[in-house]
Structures are given as structure tokens and as C-alpha cells.
């Protein structure tokens, strides 16, 4: 279960992001975007990063469904980032939960009071 420590009028969007066994682990050579600061040299498959669940409100859970090699919550947030750079609303995201087995009992995702910053 994730709970969100909210900001009145601001409303909240969670993502569950993760990569299924089995994903193409196949990449291909990519071009440096002209402004980016980054050497973004690979392309990968859009399997890897997934989003697998979506949840709207300040209360957000997965459940892992075996397959799963690891899931993260990503919440974005209605208001915009208060850095100038950034044209884009607010995000938090949770560490990773890796599923050590496939075989793995069902379990749950569980982080408490993500407070976006």
C-alpha cells in the first residue's frame, strides 16, 4: 500500500512501473539528441520500464503477479515543479521491489507516506 501525504487542491496520479520476465533484451545503437547533455548511446525494448498498474488518489497498491523481476511506483502530481527548468510537474518515485523468484507467492508493494518534494 502507498499512501500519499497530499497538498490541498493538487491531485495525484501513481504509476507501477516494472519489467516482466521474459522481456526482448535486445538493444540498437541510438543518436545523441543535439541538446542533450547526455550520451544517450542504446536503444531498448519497451518492455523494459513498463507501466503495468495506474491508480488515481492518495492511496495506491500492486500486487506482484509472479512474473514481475522488479516494480516501482512513480507518482506525478497536478502541480508543476517549482525548479525553473523544469517544465514538468512533480514526481516521486519509490525504490524498486525486486522479485528475488518467479515463483514467489503472491506479495504486495508497500510504502507509507510518499511526501513529494
Do not use: C
Amino acid at each position: 500500500m502507498l499512501d500519499i501525504d497530499p497538498e490541498p487542491g493538487v491531485t495525484y496520479k501513481t504509476e507501477f512501473i516494472g519489467t516482466l520476465e521474459g522481456f526482448d533484451p535486445h538493444s540498437q545503437a541510438g543518436v545523441r539528441p543535439t541538446n542533450s547533455l547526455y550520451a544517450v548511446t542504446r536503444r531498448y525494448s519497451e518492455q523494459i520500464g513498463a507501466v503495468l498498474a495506474v491508480a488515481e488518489g492518495l492511496h495506491a497498491s500492486y500486487t506482484l503477479q509472479r512474473d514481475e523481476i522488479y516494480v516501482r511506483a512513480q507518482v506525478t502530481s497536478s502541480k508543476r515543479s517549482s525548479t525553473p527548468q523544469n517544465e514538468r510537474n512533480e514526481k516521486a518515485w519509490t525504490q524498486p521491489l525486486v522479485n528475488s523468484s518467479s515463483s514467489l507467492a503472491l506479495a504486495s508493494l508497500s510504502t507509507t507516506l510518499l511526501r513529494l518534494v
